[in-house]
């Protein structure tokens, strides 16, 4: 198992790399210049020498690159060129709430997609498979800023139940969680109702039926256990989407986190926090996929070779 593990970790070493690679390179080909949206309208060409000098966009790309990449394992991200704060220490105040926003739809979409996959297998065919697999495939399709623009308009516009946007209380995450767990959890749903159908035609569990054993102990004990091979790779994987898709659900409701964060960075031409805030998500993705693989390898002994 250890063996397993370090050879995962060092994949995980290129990804990380070309991740940040990738990220310098799309910003510095963006239209648009920093120095002029930080120095404003007004400004001259001494002004706009003199801020590209100070923050290093004067330098040539690989020389840029390779001061961004030795400070940032230092764990310093640079300075924000919009508001003159450590990059490093914005991203983990901002993150804590996306985090928590991720998390709480993660536990939405596990509890709810693993329930409504199970229900789906065992009425396979039946009325309620069937609007299970529809309401699933709704639920991937619709885009989260118009499912988060429907719920404001009648949980938080017609009824008043819960707040528009902001945040410091559980209620702020309620509308964001079902939102950002919609579409992991119909994902999980079609993932949990394939596998159990390929465990439930296998002829172990048709001794347990002929030795009289229940259909719910086979179904949750001995069915589902098995069947949660691919189920636990499509909740790491997930878990990575839905920390990437906070970007769009935190602009919807206005929750201060580092999805918000980031689309403003953007529109400012911030590159530093731009480049932090996906080197931070990216890193985040490949621990919560390297999790995975550790888990998957711990159910299923048969991966690790």
Do not use: C
Request: aromatic fraction near 8%; charged fraction near 10%.
């Amino acid at each position: 198992m250890l063996v397993y593990a370090l050879r995962r970790i060092l994949y995980l070493i290129p990804v990380v790399v070309g991740v940040s690679i990738v990220s310098f390179a799309l910003l510095r080909f963006i239209p648009g210049d920093p120095a002029v949206v930080l120095a404003g309208v007004g400004a001259t060409q001494a002004d706009l020498d003199g801020i590209r000098q100070e923050y290093g966009l004067d330098q040539p790309l690989p020389v840029q690159y390779l001061t961004y990449v030795s400070h940032a394992l230092q764990g310093d991200l640079g300075i924000s060129i919009r508001t003159r704060d450590p990059v490093a220490r914005t991203l983990f105040t901002r993150l804590q709430l996306t985090i928590q926003l991720t998390l709480a739809s993660m536990a939405l979409a596990t509890t709810l997609g693993i329930f409504a996959g199970v229900m789906a297998a065992t009425h396979h065919n039946s009325w309620l498979d069937t609007g299970i697999m529809v309401t699933s495939l709704a639920g991937i399709s619709l885009p989260g800023f118009w499912l988060g623009l429907l719920l404001l308009v009648v949980f938080a516009g017609m009824l008043h139940w819960l707040p528009a946007g902001g945040s410091g209380t559980p209620q702020h995450l309620i509308l964001p969680a079902i939102v950002l767990g919609a579409s992991g959890a119909a994902v999980i749903a079609r993932m949990t109702r394939a596998s159990i159908l390929d465990v439930i035609r296998q002829d172990y569990l048709r001794t347990l039926r002929a030795n009289g054993v229940s259909e719910q102990l086979i179904i949750y004990k001995h069915a589902l256990r098995n069947a949660l091979n691919p189920v636990i790779t499509v909740i790491g994987l997930e878990f990575g989407f839905l920390l990437g898709g906070a970007v769009t659900v935190e602009s919807v409701f206005a929750l201060p986190g580092v999805g918000m964060l980031m689309v403003n960075a953007i529109f400012n031409r911030d590159y530093p926090v731009v480049q932090g805030g996906m080197l931070v998500i990216a890193s985040l993705f490949v621990l919560v996929n390297l999790f995975t693989d550790l888990v998957y390898g711990l159910v299923n002994p048969r991966i690790r070779y």
